[in-house]
């Protein structure tokens, strides 16, 4: 099966060589696709110069619009899975068997690498506390929308099958989408599942996720959730 | 007496501003800032609600729908309904809009990466034959 890893990148040029290198070294080679969101320093060129392809926004899309145009070059490049993997460092390359598993086996659509799974956490990995304030409000939502209970709904760790990165392919929120994304697999019948795996915190440069954002994420989750709900065409 | 001065005040200034707010919108489409496209909204407002506030019939016709001691507020509430509608279709247009500029980005970002991989191929293709 083709396994392919988007990575979202935006000027993440000091952290793209360590990255790629982790996937290269493991025993499984994937191949992967660095989309570049319009950055001001050298992330395409550095990701080309390592041999990774690169899909350079002319503008800045946000993560949402840059995930979702890995999920078009997969689904044209005929891949069987595809793996969001951030490209600030956080995902850990061993980690990408343990999500992409169960979807080879068939036992999942979406598999979540979950940085809190009771029992199973990853204790050495730390939220910082607004995160994960949004974090339970988004699960505490989710659980509502769904009765689903995702323990880590902000995870941008995660592994799809071909039907369900095909339907991203066509329709994928925008801004903070992962718990959306979630809510529209359900309401597509696709199946969720959620395996422990180990997070770094970021190794160079500056989260997006600002201050103001997180403040502000609660209220994007409750009006997203309605837009989807209400919406009949997704 | 008083009364009928007030109005006839609040006509005049009412006029006033919807004459600039229409010519400001004008001058914005004629200066390629505002597409015609977009504004035709909201100069068919400004010209109803102009037409309302010149036509005596028409004013005497909403005086008493909204009441004589009220109508300055009710024309207000209706002013501010007729633009949060406008508003709203605006904010239609925009979402419309940013839709089709992701994709355009997006499709463009894709035909970028065929293209790099087709002149690399090119360039591979040139260099064999004057190596061999």
């Known amino acids: 099966m083709k396994v392919l890893l988007i990575i979202p990148a935006h000027n993440e040029a000091e952290n793209l060589p360590a990255l790629i290198s982790g996937i290269r070294t493991r025993e499984h080679s994937y191949d992967a696709v660095v989309i570049d969101d319009a950055s001001s320093d050298k992330t395409a060129y550095v990701a080309a110069r390592h041999g990774v392809p690169v899909l350079r926004l002319a ?3 946000g993560i949402g619009g840059a995930v979702q145009t890995g ?3 997969a689904a044209f490049k005929g891949y069987d899975i595809a793996v969001q993997f951030d490209g600030d460092g956080q995902h850990d390359p061993a980690c990408i068997e343990t999500i992409v598993g169960p979807v080879r086996r068939g036992e999942a659509d979406c598999v979540i690498g979950s940085r809190y799974m009771r029992g199973r956490s990853d204790t050495d990995y730390e939220t910082p ?4 304030i949004g974090m339970y409000f ?3 939502m989710l659980f509502l929308a769904t009765g689903v209970h995702v323990t880590d709904t902000t995870s941008g760790f995660r592994a799809l099958s071909r039907p369900a990165f095909e ?4 329709a994928y929120p925008v801004d903070h989408p992962e718990a959306e994304a979630l809510l529209m697999l359900h309401q597509k019948k696709f199946h969720i599942l959620e395996v422990p795996v180990k997070m770094r915190g970021r190794v160079r440069g500056e989260s997006l996720f600002t201050f103001t954002k997180a403040l502000l994420y609660p209220l994007r989750v409750i009006i997203g959730f309605i837009g989807l709900l209400l919406n009949k065409q997704v | 007496m008083n009364k009928m001065v007030e109005t006839m005040q609040l006509r005049t200034f009412t006029i006033a501003i919807i004459l600039l707010v229409l010519f400001y919108t004008l001058n914005l489409v004629r200066t390629n800032r505002l597409s015609a496209h977009l504004a035709i ?3 068919i407002a400004e010209v109803a609600f102009l037409i309302l506030m010149l036509s005596d019939h028409l004013w005497s016709a909403l005086i008493s729908f909204l009441g004589e001691d009220t109508t300055s507020y009710g024309a207000f509430l209706l002013g501010a309904v007729w633009i949060v509608f406008l ?3 605006s904010l239609t247009r925009i979402s419309s809009l940013t839709t089709k500029l992701k994709e355009v ?3 463009l970002a894709l035909a970028r990466e065929r293209l790099d991989r087709l002149e690399e191929m090119n360039r591979s293709l040139v260099s064999e034959p004057e190596s061999n």
């Open chain 1, 59 to 61: 503008a800045n899309l």
């Open chain 1, 71 to 73: 999920f078009k070059y």
């Open chain 1, 129 to 132: 506390l607004l995160r994960r």
């Open chain 1, 138 to 140: 988004s699960s505490g």
């Open chain 1, 167 to 170: 339907f991203f392919a066509r």
């Open chain 2, 41 to 43: 909204s909201w100069i």
């Open chain 2, 87 to 89: 508003m709203l279709d």
């Open chain 2, 105 to 107: 980005n997006q499709e």
